[in-house]
């Protein structure tokens, strides 16, 4: 689309937010909302509040992975001060 469409959908769509959540919480908690639907709504509401899983495992593992390093060079220079 180019800007000038994309300024008017931006104002159509202004404030349809909380609208939108709410439906979507509806349809989530409605029995008769098939279940397959239901799943991608909770889908896409936990991946827009707490991450994808894929890029969420992948810091944690960076993070984890730098703490351990960290772990590892100060055993190193633990074992080197003890050897003097």
């Known amino acids: ?9 931006e104002k159509l769509m ?34 827009r509040t707490m991450g994808k899983p894929e890029e969420t495992m992948r810091l944690l593992m960076e993070k984890e992975d730098r703490e351990a390093a960290e772990e590892r060079m100060a055993e190193i220079i633990r074992l080197a001060k003890q050897r003097r």
């Not at 689309?1 to 959908?9: F, G, L």
């Not at 202004?14 to 991608?40: C, F, H, W, Y």
């Open 1 to 9: 689309m180019d800007k000038k469409m994309n300024e008017v959908m």
């Open 14 to 47: 202004a404030g349809m937010g909380p609208t939108a959540l709410q439906n979507m919480r509806e349809l989530m908690n409605n029995p008769s909302t098939p279940i397959n639907t239901r799943v991608q709504l909770i889908d896409m509401i936990l991946e």
